[in-house]
């Protein structure tokens, strides 16, 4: 009698899949279905929105003003409508206007009065000192880009993280489909042979003590392949997380859907450790995020440290009144004037400058931490590579071997030199090297992914 033999592990049912999930499917379903990636990409927007609110501290304002006065000794009436546009540099603004006032002034209110036409006017204000170099609409701006650029990095640092993660969980799953493949044919060996053995028994060629003993590799055999498929199960479950539908629900990926075999081909890893945190450095997202919040702090610093200067401003308008009524009222007039404010008490600004320190610092030597943290995970990384290289290699003559002294040992049975529990326990141990093989493989995978999310290569 011949059986089945042990090398058949290798041809997975799955191999014939008519559709095999690809793990560019996953990494597509998770760049655009993914809720945690569209929730960060809906932080840019937010980012987006409050820059937008920050320019509008520069939008063009239009002020208008009626009074009347009909009761008392002075009747009058008053209309004042003014354009005022900041520009930001020198903390300028423009503005032109046009007022008409009529009727009754007294003498300190007579500046109110206005030919018959009205007066049309138009100046300029800039800061000579305290608010030159910046001020609060400009400091807003500026941290509100820097929060957009914080915010873009936080969303490729989470697309990273979440490809990085989502290719792991798709070669978990690989991986336990190969499990489930080689607990399968293991057990479909035993169960063949079952009958080939009761056919001898009932000729005499083997005792009853044989059969019994394959029966209990049966039962076995049996216990191993529902572990194996709640693995399979669980892994599925895992990675449907990542593999969305076009609804963006959870799609559970089928057995038929498994790849053939996990790719084979490796690469030796070449010691480019001191280049690659180079290049992490340089690439990874966390790090331009953590620049951007610490320049958020030291712009703030630098208002504070602004508000603490007397505030001198410096305003010129130019005016003329059109039409008819008091000759004095006719031809242009200039006006330029000085605005001195001095802090008496600058607690306010004291403290807004203390504390933009603080979180420059804070932020400052989290980022030592992050960059010591990456040049860990590289050659971490490196190391977990390479160990998975050697475990394959090992895995690989491990597996032969096992194949050779399972073959060896069902031909002894064959001539009455051997025995049914070794047969058996020959070829648990090539099942136990091909899974160990596998195991290798994928971890090979997991660590390539690893390699690309830790140089943020995506």
């Known amino acids: 009698m011949r059986w089945i033999g042990i090398s058949l592990l290798l041809l997975s049912p799955y191999s014939f899949a008519a559709e095999p999930l690809r793990l560019?499917?996953?990494?597509?379903?998770?760049?655009?279905?993914?809720?945690?990636?569209?929730?960060?990409?809906?932080?840019?927007e937010a980012a987006q929105g409050e820059m937008t609110a920050s320019e509008g501290a520069f939008d063009l304002t239009w002020k208008n003003r009626l009074a009347t006065s009909t009761l008392g000794y002075y009747e009058n009436n008053r209309f004042d409508s003014v354009l005022e546009k900041p520009l930001g540099p020198w903390g300028a603004s423009i503005f032109t206007?046009?007022?008409?006032?009529?009727?009754?002034?007294?003498?300190?209110?007579?500046?109110?009065?206005?030919?018959?036409?009205?007066?049309?006017?138009?100046?300029?204000?800039?800061?000579?000192?305290?608010?030159?170099?910046?001020d609060r609409r400009r400091t807003n701006l500026e941290k509100s880009r820097l929060a957009l650029t914080a915010a873009e990095a936080n969303a490729l640092q989470t697309r990273i993280e979440a490809v990085r993660t989502a290719s792991q969980r798709y070669w978990d799953w690989v991986a336990a489909g190969k499990r489930?493949?080689?607990?399968?044919?293991?057990?479909?060996?035993?169960?063949?042979?079952?009958?080939?053995?009761?056919e001898r028994v009932k000729h005499g060629d083997v005792p009853v003590f044989e059969r019994k003993d394959n029966e209990r590799a049966i039962l076995q055999r049996r216990a191993q392949l529902v572990t194996a498929e709640r693995g399979l199960q669980q892994t599925a479950i895992e990675l449907s997380l990542f593999l969305r539908d076009d609804s963006g629900n959870p799609r559970l990926p089928g057995e038929n859907e498994l790849p053939g075999d996990i790719p084979r081909e490796v690469s030796r890893v070449e010691p480019h450790i001191s280049s690659d945190i180079e290049k992490a450095l340089r690439q990874r997202p966390e790090l331009a995020r953590l620049a951007a919040t610490r320049e958020q702090s030291t712009v703030e610093g630098e208002w504070a440290d602004n508000q603490l200067s007397p505030r001198l401003?410096?305003?010129?308008?130019?005016?003329?009144?059109?039409?008819?009524?008091?000759?004095?009222?006719?031809?242009?007039?200039?006006?330029?004037?000085?605005?001195?404010?001095?802090?008496?008490?600058?607690?306010?600004?004291?403290?807004?400058?203390?504390?933009?320190?603080?979180?420059?610092?804070?932020i400052e030597a989290t980022e030592r931490l992050m960059k010591d943290r990456i040049g860990a995970e590289v050659r971490d990384t490196y190391s977990a590579l390479r160990a998975a290289i050697s475990r394959i290699e090992i895995a690989v003559s491990e597996t032969e071997l096992a194949r050779y002294l399972e073959q060896g040992e069902r031909d002894r049975f064959e001539h009455g030199d051997s025995n049914i529990l070794f047969v058996n326990l020959r070829e648990?141990?090539?099942?136990?090297?091909?899974?160990?093989?596998?195991?290798?493989l994928a971890d090979y995978q997991k660590g390539i992914a690893q390699l690309r999310g830790v140089l943020a290569e995506i």
């Open 428 to 440: 648990q141990a090539t099942a136990d090297a091909l899974i160990r093989e596998v195991e290798a």
């Open 24 to 44: 560019q499917q996953v990494v597509e379903s998770v760049e655009k279905r993914y809720p945690v990636v569209i929730g960060a990409d809906k932080d840019i």
């Open 313 to 362: 401003d410096l305003q010129v308008a130019a005016s003329r009144d059109f039409g008819l009524g008091l000759t004095t009222r006719a031809g242009t007039e200039v006006e330029a004037a000085v605005l001195l404010e001095i802090p008496l008490e600058r607690r306010l600004a004291s403290g807004r400058r203390e504390s933009a320190r603080a979180t420059a610092d804070r």
């Open 180 to 198: 489930v493949a080689i607990y399968r044919t293991l057990l479909t060996i035993a169960e063949a042979r079952d009958k080939g053995l009761l």
């Open 97 to 134: 206007g046009y007022r008409i006032g009529r009727g009754n002034f007294a003498v300190y209110d007579e500046k109110a009065l206005t030919l018959s036409q009205g007066e049309a006017r138009l100046g300029f204000e800039v800061s000579l000192w305290r608010n030159r170099p910046t």
